[in-house]
């Protein structure tokens, strides 16, 4: 299962439906307090989320699912985050690559068969 974190719906979408293509089920979140409450419920295998949203953000999103994850004794998902920010910002968020916005299709199909194979 991916976890799709996105503010912008049309992004969201897009990104969903590359997921799905590829393959793999897409589950879509619209800020990072949405996105902790589903992985709670479903443990992600793979989150590709927004750096800036609104309620939590990208970097607090991958603080929390890291306290999850201990909580729970299991692996943390690999986390991408697609964001306008440049990689140094995005590896301080604590993110294990990122996707430079705007980015192409196959940009995003080739971190899904990174860390999905």
């Known amino acids: 299962m991916v976890l799709v974190v996105e503010d912008e719906r049309a992004i969201a979408g897009f990104v969903a439906e590359v997921v799905a293509d590829a393959g793999y089920l897409p589950m879509v979140a619209a800020n990072g307090n949405e996105a902790l409450k589903q992985a709670r419920e479903q443990w992600p295998d793979l989150v ?47 993110a294990d690559a990122f996707l430079r916005k705007p980015f192409h299709l196959t940009e995003l199909e080739a971190l899904l068969r990174c860390y999905l194979g």
């Open 48 to 94: 590709l989320t927004d750096l800036m949203m609104p309620h939590l953000d990208g970097a607090g999103l991958v603080r929390a699912l890291r306290l999850e994850a201990t909580a729970r004794g299991v692996s943390m998902p690999p986390v991408v985050l697609m964001t306008t920010a440049s990689p140094p910002n995005a590896q301080a968020a604590g």
